[in-house]
């Protein structure tokens, strides 16, 4: 099948690594269908492993597009990334943007601001929910980078994030759909396409059961640990036999009571100090089973706290990709063999 370029499907998506992620990691690709017989799509995901890589992939994808940018943004405080959206606007291509309201409107304000006069459509993200923490980047409704980072330049160099790029036409076409209604603040149930976590909908339910699924281990990093419901399902993890890691910034020793009952259970729990210039755990990862038939991995915006998963719009995804669990496992492994044990103080 032909697009109207006169690439097939196939072959743009076998060029999606090196126009969209050059020096990306976890490139995988899964032909759904031969070229030639039927319909044909490629889909493809790449991981993107922040400190380590910078934010060339993320730029390389913004000036990729041809014809449209839909973003989804927490916090959008860099200079560089909003420079692009503009020079894309001024180019021709419609660039649209969402930026949160409630708790960051201040951090928010000056790009908002910039991006109104360069013609980008920008608007407040809708009050419904108490933030929109959802981190997302849709170039010509073809592509899709689901995050756990904001764009926050002043973050970039300490702190551990990822990134999935992704090019699934139900996953894109899902976003595209939620990204319509949120721009408008219309009321929309979000699809979930192929793999897709969404809050305040779905995240609670998908990532309960993907740990209690979880037969022989779960490596985790997040920003929070307050919601009873995943510290008790951690816990009875950890008491059926499953090996259980987690790897979180220890800020101010705020979980001091939902660590203690995690390593009761028998959860390992690494940690680093909270401080201004430290490697600091911003990732939202859980992976379940690596090694196994059924190995899978959750990356998204969602903290495991109350408000990410029953009031905030958030979107993460479930992946199978061999080279990003392979990514996700080398890499929080390492994280958790840096920290420090945690015991109660």
């Known amino acids: 099948m032909k697009d109207r370029c006169g690439l097939s499907v196939a072959v743009k998506a076998a060029l999606f690594a090196s126009v969209f992620c050059t020096g990306c990691a976890g490139v995988s690709a899964q032909t759904l269908a031969n070229e030639g017989t039927q319909a044909s799509t490629t889909v493809t995901q790449t991981l993107v492993i922040e400190p380590d890589q910078g934010l060339t992939p993320i730029y390389n994808l913004i000036q990729s597009a041809k014809s449209s940018i839909d973003m989804t943004m927490y916090e959008l405080v860099d200079t560089q990334a909003s420079g692009l959206l503009c020079t894309a606007a001024e180019n021709g291509i419609a660039v649209r943007v969402i930026l949160d309201q409630n708790l960051e409107k201040s951090n928010n304000q000056a790009a908002y601001t910039q991006l109104q006069n360069c013609g980008v459509s ?118 059926r036999g499953v090996k259980v890691t987690v790897c979180m910034t220890n800020d101010d020793n705020d979980y001091e009571s939902e660590f203690e009952a995690l390593t009761k259970a028998g959860v390992k729990i690494s940690t680093y100090p909270d ?37 905030n719009r958030e979107l993460g995804l479930i992946t199978t990709t061999a080279a990003i669990m392979t990514q996700l496992n080398n890499t929080l492994s390492s994280d958790y063999a840096g920290g420090t044990p945690w015991t109660k103080s």
Not at 145 to 165: H, K, W
Not at 224 to 235: D, K, Q, R
Not at 281 to 309: M, P, Q, R, W
């Open 122 to 239: 920008v608007v407040w993200a809708w009050t419904k929910y108490a933030a929109t923490h959802q981190k997302t980047i849709t170039i010509d409704n073809t592509t899709s980078a689901v995050m756990t980072l904001n764009l926050t330049s002043r973050y970039y160099s300490t702190t551990r994030d990822f990134a999935v790029i992704e090019n699934d036409p139900s996953d894109v076409a899902a976003i595209e759909s939620t990204f319509n209604s949120d721009f408008k603040a219309q009321t929309i149930t979000p699809p979930v396409g192929d793999d897709l976590v969404w809050s305040p909908t779905v995240s609670k339910t998908d990532l309960v059961n993907l740990i209690n699924g979880a037969k022989d281990s779960l490596l985790i990093e997040n920003e929070e640990m307050s919601y009873s419901t995943i510290v008790t399902a951690l816990e009875n993890a950890a008491k």
């Open 275 to 311: 401080t201004t210039t430290g490697f600091y755990v911003h990732a939202k990862v859980i992976v379940a089973d690596y090694g196994t038939s059924t190995a899978k991995a959750f990356v998204g915006s969602e903290n495991f706290s109350s408000a990410s998963l029953t009031e």
